[in-house]
């Protein structure tokens, strides 16, 4: 029942510092035994990241805010709309690439034959 009340209030955000601090406390053990100071530096990245991400979502729930007047929510919900409505993707502002396979690459030349001596 904990998990489940758990999982209600998650977010799709990216990890934060225990996560982050997590990874570098491995990898800084790896690197010579300096866990303490790869959890340091994991914790600063994780919540650098997780800044960047609220600050767009803000950005885009201001963009949502200016083509829908009056709309009802928070930040991360009308910043889910807006990404829904342009066809962007969380952590990028600009839509995403087309869904349409990749052209063939173009037949290479055939090599000259070689001549005989």
Do not use: N
Request: glycine fraction near 12%.
């Amino acid at each position: 029942m904990l998990s489940s009340a758990l999982a209600v209030g998650a977010h799709a955000e990216p990890g934060g510092c225990l996560k982050y601090g997590a990874a570098g406390a491995v990898g800084g053990h790896l690197a010579d035994h300096h866990s303490v100071l790869g959890a340091t530096a994991g914790c600063v990245v994780g919540m650098y990241k997780r800044h960047e991400y609220r600050k767009e979502a803000r950005m885009k729930a201001h963009l949502y805010d200016q083509e829908h007047p009056g709309a009802k929510g928070s930040y991360e919900q009308k910043a889910t709309a807006y990404d829904v409505e342009h066809s962007t993707t969380p952590g990028a502002m600009t839509p995403s690439e087309p869904s349409h396979p990749a052209q063939p690459p173009a037949p290479a030349a055939a090599p000259a034959p070689a001549e005989h001596l």
